[in-house]
């Protein structure tokens, strides 16, 4: 055989693997292998719309118990189920359209017309039952939940829900492609386990509050978990029509900072929020706790805010240092800033170097340069040139915010049980809130994207 007819029956071979390869995948493989995203209808031109589609265990407990009626039990059967995609269809009603994949006794338990034994915890004493849902038979889910029933019927390895049989219908045909299926591409983060869009494009009316109109609004999210923690990514198209503009900024410094580091928050402007801050308040910006500090020899974590630029206070200065809302500061000074501080009543520091100021109740001795690098580890990526951006310990936090609450509580004492600090009950609530929580951070290139990891 001469070298050009071996090569040509290579070619042939290939040929005919691949077609055989391509029969498989069309014809051979079962009809459940197909995603539960094809099961949902495209929504119509300017609609309002809310869609998920990923692992049914994302459903967070916490919203399914807050939403009720039959969106709401619809929401708590896909957080049973092993992947699951739900259209709400806002502009019709509230029309729903569900495509869940379930377990095979699942479905067996279904096409009995059954309740499956995992569903009992979630329907209670919900009826199922069999009718006719005009050409095809579907099942009937009623109970105490809504006076609006729920109908299912299975598709292959797939249960449909809907808000009507009309919708039962209007699913089986974007199944078989009689009309266009939900598209199936995600733009952010495609392998993720999660994805969300939240279209608003079809709102009518303007947010006065806001003294702007809600041209376009689009919020699409993907997320994953897993035991080490998770990541929330998020792109919010329009939403620079509602809220002020701030301008992002390169982070290739940082103002001294308490140490060791506790949590952190960095925000390069908030000039559209001037009308509430003082001047020297509208960034840069960069909170922070950790380090040491104490009020009325009550050891406290430190914390302190920091800027780039001289922190201006209303003192009265003499040879003996500067007097500020009734407090003495002393000057200090060493290779590489300068201040003020005190130890009575409370450890209050006010610092200044060639990168900007820092003011707080922390020792002074605990204000350092960070390592920059320390901050590439504990933030999402891009930070440096971002807008917003934060690391939280919550039991860190807590422990900080507990040391405020009872040194606020010594310097403003109560008066007919009632504080005299404000927002004092604000901060024993997040106090409670931040000891249950591990670690999350942030980082938001602008105010209409962003990335939230935790731990």
């Given at each position: 055989?001469t070298?050009n007819k ?6 042939c071979a ?10 498989f ?5 079962p009809?459940g292998?197909r ?5 949902l209808?495209?929504?119509a031109?300017g ?10 265990k994302?459903?967070?407990?916490e ?5 009720h ?11 049973k ?22 377990p ?9 017309g ?9 329907l ?7 009718v ?7 099942l009937?889910?009623s ?5 609006k ?5 299975v598709?292959?390895d797939?249960?449909?829900?809907a808000?009507s049989?009309?919708?039962l219908?209007?699913?089986l045909?974007?199944?078989s492609l009689?009309i ?19 279209d608003l494009r ?6 006065k509050?806001?003294g ?11 997320w994953?978990?897993g035991?080490?923690?998770g990541a ?11 809220v002020p ?9 940082v103002?001294?900072?308490p140490?060791?580091l506790?949590?952190v928050?960095g925000?390069?402007?908030l000039?559209?929020?001037a ?5 020297s308040?509208?960034g840069p910006?960069?909170?922070?706790s950790?380090?040491?500090g104490?009020?009325?020899s009550?050891?406290l974590s430190g ?8 922190i ?5 200065e ?11 500061l002393k000057?200090?000074s ?18 200044r170097?060639?990168?900007?100021s820092?003011?707080?109740i922390?020792d002074k ?5 960070p ?8 933030l999402?990526s891009?930070?440096?040139?971002s807008?917003?951006?934060g690391y939280?310990?919550?039991?860190s ?14 310097i403003?004492?109560?008066k ?25 951070s942030?980082?938001?290139p ?10």
């Open positions: 055989m070298m071996k090569a040509t029956s290579w070619f290939i040929i005919l693997g691949l077609s055989v390869l391509v029969a995948v069309f014809f051979a493989m009809e292998a995603s539960p995203l094809d099961g209808p495209r929504p031109d609609s309002t719309y809310f869609l998920f589609d990923g692992v049914g994302l459903i967070p407990t919203l399914t118990e807050e939403i009626g039959p969106i709401g039990m619809a929401l708590k059967l896909i957080s189920s092993e992947k699951a995609a739900f259209l709400v269809d806002f502009s019709s009603d509230e029309e729903f359209y569900g495509s869940l994949a379930f095979r006794n699942a479905l067996k338990h279904l096409k009995n059954e309740i499956p034994p995992d569903w009992r915890s979630v209670g004493g919900a009826n199922i039952s069999s006719d849902c005009d050409d095809f038979g579907c009937r889910i109970g105490a939940f809504s006076l029933p729920i109908f299912s019927l598709e292959g797939l249960v449909f829900l808000s049989p009309e919708g219908k209007t699913m045909r974007a199944m009689r266009e299926p939900y598209p199936s591409y995600w733009s952010i983060e495609p392998q993720w386990d999660g994805h969300m869009t939240l079809g709102l009518d009316r303007t947010w509050g806001l702007a109109e809600f041209k376009e609004g689009v919020l699409r999210c993907a994953k978990e035991p080490e923690g929330l990514k998020w792109r919010f198209d329009g939403l620079e029509d509602l503009s701030f301008t992002p900024r390169y982070w290739g410094e103002p001294q900072l140490d060791p506790g949590s928050i925000v390069s402007d000039t559209g929020l009308d509430y801050l003082p001047e308040l509208k910006l960069i909170l922070a950790g380090g040491t104490s009020i009325l009550v050891p914390v302190c805010f920091a800027t780039f630029d001289a201006d206070l209303v003192v009265s003499d040879s003996t240092g500067i007097n500020w809302e009734g407090y003495t000057p200090f060493s290779d590489w800033d300068h201040g003020w501080f005190t130890s009575s009543p409370a450890t209050i520091t006010l610092s170097s060639e990168i900007g820092a003011l707080g922390v001795r605990s204000l350092k340069y390592d920059l690098s320390y901050f590439d580890e504990i999402p891009g930070w440096k040139h807008f917003l951006w939280v310990n919550g039991p936090l807590a422990h900080a915010l507990e040391g405020i609450v009872k040194s606020g509580r010594l403003f004492p109560e007919n049980g009632q504080s005299t600090l404000l927002g004092i009950d604000a901060l024993v609530y997040l106090t409670r809130r931040m000891r249950k929580v591990g670690t999350f942030f980082t938001l602008d105010i209409s994207e962003g990335i939230f990891l935790w731990k």
